[in-house]
């Protein structure tokens, strides 16, 4: 297998046993960068010599006997919406293409602290805003799995990056789905954490809307459960830039293994090659050992309705600045969306606000009994490039789709998103929920899952197939 081919964790193995270096693995990714990127448009800065300087220090660290952690000497990618001293925080903007950041957001300072080493930006819509990955300043991103369809949003060049072997993890962020809807359009594995367990912070010069503070979070994407692991055991912890974020253990206290599924949990309608991945997670855990049981989750409904009054309130309020520079695609989406959500007033935001208690009364009783909630990512398979600018209509069938994905942001639940294997040439996925603080449950799973089916890749971009190596599956 080559480096480029190789997990997170097993290359930081590799580096610490001096079995390879980090300038070997480092400079093995950046081959592949420049082989699959032209092609993809996932990362939009490349930091070749600062990445290079960076594994020749942690070579020598080896030598002297110190190692900094797992992910000592791996390479990683980092989205434009976060920190990263020395480059531009653009958000996909090209009035943002001079925002270089002072320092590091706190994860990426761990992360640089656990000796990872920041290999480029990826690329994502305007302001993160879009269920698919295309910027104004850097252009479109292309799914490697079928050119036609969307590698998701807002965190698509991660996706992208990581299951095509560009790198071997990502840093995202999840406000509506982003890090778990991109996992899902490219066939890799995601973590949306907890909201408060990671400090969630990027220097600007006013304070985000209370919805995007109450339900975004940053968070790994990778092709190995472990690799999330690890990587979370990095970027947790308390930091006075997040005054939200805490201290908590990255493991608590034996749960029943007990899973509830849902196919449908909206009761709109699913796909059906997505309800197959289902059925293909519920058997492997099942194998695994756990109880499984099918359910009908509740307030699913009630809380995309919630979501919404409140994340269409705060569009309508965002500052001239965020409006004038949306993408041509991205006013037509947004368009859409306050067509379809245009009857909430001040009363329902405040409503919505109140209901968010209610969502989680229900599930933290449900999941007393059943600690993991398997369901879909999204009840439909990666959309046509272009279908989210399609009216209304389409656009609310996008939402309903996604409930589940909006419903574990709304009441701050723990996520796993994890491949199951390939259906009419795209990857299938499953959803992981855990109770809240409970990530390492959602982990334990997903690891179950990948030991009986495996991992989608590296794969080799469909524009490429043929000319370069064949996709690899890692069991």
Same mark, same amino acid.
């Given at each position: 297998?080559?480096?480029?081919?190789?997990?997170?964790?097993?290359?930081?193995?590799?580096?610490?046993?001096?079995?390879?270096?980090?300038?070997?693995?480092?400079?093995?990714?950046?081959?592949?960068?420049?082989?699959?990127?032209?092609?993809?448009?996932?990362?939009?800065?490349?930091?070749?010599?600062?990445?290079?300087?960076?594994?020749?220090?942690?070579?020598?660290?080896?030598?002297?006997?110190?190692?900094?952690?797992?992910?000592?000497?791996?390479?990683?990618?980092?989205?434009?919406?976060?920190?990263?001293?020395?480059?531009?925080?653009?958000?996909?903007?090209?009035?943002?293409?001079?925002?270089?950041?002072?320092?590091?957001?706190?994860?990426?300072?761990?992360?640089?602290?656990?000796?990872?080493?920041?290999?480029? &930006?990826?690329?994502?819509?305007?302001?993160?805003? &879009?269920?698919?990955?295309?910027?104004?300043?850097?252009?479109?991103?292309?799914?490697?799995?079928?050119?036609?369809?969307?590698?998701?949003?807002?965190?698509?060049?991660?996706? !992208?990056? !990581? @299951?095509?072997?560009? @790198?071997?993890?990502?840093?995202?962020?999840?406000?509506?789905?982003?890090? &778990?809807?991109?996992?899902?359009?490219?066939? !890799?594995?995601?973590?949306?954490?907890?909201?408060?367990?990671?400090?969630?912070?990027a220097a600007a010069p006013a304070e985000l809307p209370f919805t995007i503070q109450m339900c975004a979070t940053n968070g790994p994407i990778a092709r190995h459960a472990a690799d999330l692991t690890a990587a979370l055991s990095i970027i947790s912890g308390q930091h006075p830039d997040d005054p939200w974020s805490v201290s908590v253990p990255l493991a608590g206290p034996p749960l029943p293994r007990s899973v509830a599924v849902t196919y449908d949990p909206a009761g709109v309608g699913v796909d059906p090659d997505v309800a197959d991945g289902i059925r293909k997670a519920a058997d492997a855990l099942a194998d695994a050992g756990y109880e499984v049981h099918e359910i009908d989750p509740p307030r699913v409904g009630e809380a995309g309705r919630a979501y919404a009054a409140l994340a269409s309130a705060e569009m309508r309020l965002n500052p001239p600045f965020w409006h004038?520079?949306?993408?041509?695609? $991205?006013?037509?989406?947004?368009?859409?969306?306050?067509?379809?959500?245009?009857?909430?007033?001040?009363?329902?935001?405040?409503? @919505?606000?109140?209901?968010? $208690?209610? !969502?989680?009364?229900?599930?933290?009783?449900?999941? $007393?009994?059943?600690?993991?909630?398997?369901?879909?990512?999204?009840?439909?398979?990666?959309?046509?490039?272009?279908?989210?600018?399609?009216?209304?209509?389409?656009?609310?069938?996008?939402?309903?789709?996604?409930?589940?994905?909006?419903?574990?942001?709304?009441?701050?639940?723990?996520?796993?998103?994890?491949?199951?294997?390939?259906?009419?040439?795209?990857?299938?996925?499953?959803?992981?929920?855990?109770? &809240?603080?409970?990530?390492?449950?959602?982990?334990?799973?997903?690891?179950?899952?990948?030991?009986?089916?495996?991992?989608?890749?590296?794969?080799?971009?469909?524009?490429?197939?043929?000319?370069?190596?064949? @996709?690899?599956?890692?069991?």
């Amino acid at each position: 297998m080559e480096l480029w081919q190789t997990g997170a964790v097993e290359l930081g193995r590799l580096i610490q046993q001096g079995l390879t270096s980090s300038r070997d693995v480092v400079q093995a990714h950046l081959d592949r960068l420049h082989q699959v990127n032209p092609h993809l448009n996932a990362i939009t800065e490349v930091m070749a010599e600062a990445a290079l300087a960076a594994a020749d220090a942690a070579d020598r660290e080896i030598r002297g006997g110190r190692s900094r952690g797992p992910l000592h000497g791996v390479p990683y990618t980092a989205k434009t919406s976060v920190d990263v001293a020395g480059s531009a925080t653009t958000h996909g903007v090209p009035a943002l293409s001079h925002a270089v950041a002072a320092a590091d957001s706190p994860h990426i300072a761990r992360l640089r602290e656990a000796g990872a080493i920041v290999l480029g &930006r990826t690329n994502m819509p305007n302001f993160g805003f &879009r269920w698919h990955t295309d910027s104004t300043l850097y252009g479109p991103t292309v799914n490697p799995w079928d050119p036609a369809r969307t590698p998701g949003a807002s965190s698509g060049g991660d996706a !992208v990056a !990581v @299951a095509t072997g560009m @790198a071997p993890l990502a840093m995202g962020n999840d406000y509506g789905g982003s890090l &778990r809807w991109p996992a899902q359009a490219c066939g !890799v594995t995601a973590l949306r954490p907890t909201r408060t367990r990671v400090p969630y912070y990027a220097a600007a010069p006013a304070e985000l809307p209370f919805t995007i503070q109450m339900c975004a979070t940053n968070g790994p994407i990778a092709r190995h459960a472990a690799d999330l692991t690890a990587a979370l055991s990095i970027i947790s912890g308390q930091h006075p830039d997040d005054p939200w974020s805490v201290s908590v253990p990255l493991a608590g206290p034996p749960l029943p293994r007990s899973v509830a599924v849902t196919y449908d949990p909206a009761g709109v309608g699913v796909d059906p090659d997505v309800a197959d991945g289902i059925r293909k997670a519920a058997d492997a855990l099942a194998d695994a050992g756990y109880e499984v049981h099918e359910i009908d989750p509740p307030r699913v409904g009630e809380a995309g309705r919630a979501y919404a009054a409140l994340a269409s309130a705060e569009m309508r309020l965002n500052p001239p600045f965020w409006h004038d520079n949306l993408s041509a695609g $991205q006013r037509l989406f947004l368009d859409a969306f306050l067509e379809v959500n245009d009857q909430y007033t001040l009363w329902d935001y405040a409503a @919505a606000l109140s209901e968010r $208690q209610a !969502v989680a009364r229900a599930w933290a009783h449900l999941q $007393q009994r059943y600690p993991i909630i398997l369901g879909p990512v999204s009840g439909d398979q990666p959309f046509e490039v272009g279908a989210d600018m399609r009216g209304a209509e389409t656009v609310a069938r996008l939402v309903d789709g996604n409930l589940l994905l909006i419903l574990v942001n709304f009441i701050d639940l723990p996520a796993v998103v994890t491949p199951v294997g390939v259906a009419a040439g795209l990857p299938q996925s499953v959803q992981l929920i855990g109770p &809240r603080y409970r990530d390492d449950v959602c982990l334990q799973a997903a690891q179950a899952i990948e030991d009986r089916l495996g991992v989608l890749g590296p794969i080799t971009p469909a524009a490429l197939a043929g000319t370069l190596s064949d @996709a690899v599956p890692a069991r």
